[in-house]
């Protein structure tokens, strides 16, 4: 069975920095890629950032380029994903999923397997 956990969700002032991780067991991890997603509250869920299997390629939301970066450690079957200069419009919950095959494209809603999500609130 298949199960994706994310932890590292807090709650932080604006300007503060996260980091997120996510463990995936019940698959093998290398085999494929992964992302981070956000939906805030009445709002549409979306992309932030993806991965590859290898982590050679990545995507982010233009809404965090240059402030967040993903990577991945394959030994650890676990992702992570490094939030800096917080804004309280990054405040969201915070989902990982997998797909399998090593491509990141499309980073939407058709990944294979996701997590609960873990929460990020950024206070002005």
């Known amino acids: 069975q298949v199960r994706v956990v994310e932890s590292g969700g807090d709650s932080v002032q604006a300007g503060g920095s996260l980091r997120l991780s996510c463990t995936a067991s019940?698959?093998?991890?290398?085999?494929?890629?992964m992302g981070w997603f956000r939906q805030a509250p009445g709002k549409e869920r979306e992309g932030v950032s993806c991965?590859?299997?290898?982590?050679?390629?990545?995507y982010y939301a233009d809404s965090v380029k240059g402030r967040f970066t993903i990577s991945r450690d394959n030994a650890k079957n676990t992702l992570y994903l490094q939030m800096r200069s917080l804004k309280p419009e990054d405040t969201a919950m915070y989902y990982c999923?997998?797909?399998?095959?090593?491509?990141?494209?499309?980073?939407?809603?058709?990944?294979?397997?996701w997590g609960k999500g873990t929460l990020v609130t950024i206070s002005s």
């Open positions: 999923a997998a797909r399998r095959g090593g491509s990141w494209y499309p980073c939407d809603g058709t990944m294979d397997y």
């Open positions: 019940g698959l093998t991890f290398k085999d494929y890629a």
């Open positions: 991965i590859s299997w290898s982590g050679g390629t990545t």
